[in-house]
């Protein structure tokens, strides 16, 4: 639902990613991706040569895990974890490293989703007193309205991730973790970038409608 919540969430996005770079104060965008382990049921056939490789239909579920990840769209700079699970502590730990990542940001912009699991609650449930306090200080949280997804910009790296290794089977963690964390790295190296191009401007005439409805019932209330 387009309300004025919606509304407000979506122009601080659009202000944040319309920002130059500035590496004291770094925009990132972070957000956790279940991962399902899925192992062959019987060999695979050997490949022919000038063939597709094919899978047999059935399969065995070995349980799942959590890609957590974070990209920098103005730098492609890129951070991913892979966890059995993901709890405060998982989320507490992957923003401690990417704390880390950046030593000399004052602030660190972060758009989020709103998983309870993503506050600062979970730095105090993980760390000591003082450490929490002193992390979360370099963090200041953006948060995606909700069902807005395609506002976090992160979206567009897990959909890379799927077409180049996640939309096959992978029986186990720790494959999948090394296939992931190769994969960000190169991309890393390769300094993808992601150029954003939906303004606050774009967004007043796309959802214009909206804007007047909200605007109008604002108006009634004088």
């Not at 190169?186 to 007043?204: L, P, T, Y």
């Given at each position: 639902m387009i309300d004025s919540r919606f509304i407000a969430r979506l122009e601080e996005l659009l202000h944040l990613y319309a920002?130059?770079?500035d590496p004291l104060h770094p925009v990132l965008c972070f957000d956790e991706r279940p991962c399902?382990?899925?192992?062959?049921?019987?060999?695979?056939?050997?490949?022919?040569p000038g063939k597709v490789a094919r899978e047999h239909y059935a399969y065995t579920k070995n349980g799942s895990c959590s890609l957590l990840a974070a990209i920098e769209p103005l730098t492609g700079?890129?951070?991913?974890?892979?966890?059995?699970?993901?709890?405060?502590?998982?989320?507490?730990?992957?923003?401690k490293e990417l704390a880390s990542k950046y030593p000399q940001a004052q602030t660190i912009h972060l758009v989020q989703d709103n998983l309870n699991t993503h506050c600062k609650s979970a730095l105090y449930e993980t760390f000591a007193p003082q450490e929490?306090?002193?992390?979360?200080?370099?963090?200041?949280?953006?948060?995606?309205?909700?069902?807005?997804?395609?506002?976090?910009?992160?979206?567009?790296?897990?959909?890379?991730?799927?077409?180049?290794?996640?939309?096959?089977r992978i029986p186990t963690m720790e494959q999948l973790e090394h296939e992931v964390l190769a994969l960000v790295?190169?991309?890393?190296?390769?300094?993808?970038?992601?150029?954003?191009?939906?303004?606050?401007?774009?967004?007043?005439?796309?959802?214009?409608?909206?804007?007047?409805?909200i605007h109008k019932n604002t108006n009634s209330l004088d």
């Open positions: 920002l130059a770079h399902f382990l899925i192992g062959e049921a019987m060999a695979p056939l050997n490949p022919q700079a890129r951070l991913a974890q892979v966890h059995r699970q993901r709890t405060k502590r998982e989320y507490a730990l992957f923003l929490a306090f002193a992390l979360s200080q370099r963090f200041m949280f953006h948060f995606t309205p909700k069902s807005a997804s395609w506002l976090n910009m992160i979206e567009i790296e897990f959909s890379a991730l799927s077409r180049q290794c996640l939309n096959r790295q190169e991309r890393e190296d390769k300094a993808i970038k992601f150029n954003w191009q939906f303004s606050i401007q774009k967004a007043r005439t796309t959802f214009k409608n909206r804007y007047a409805e």
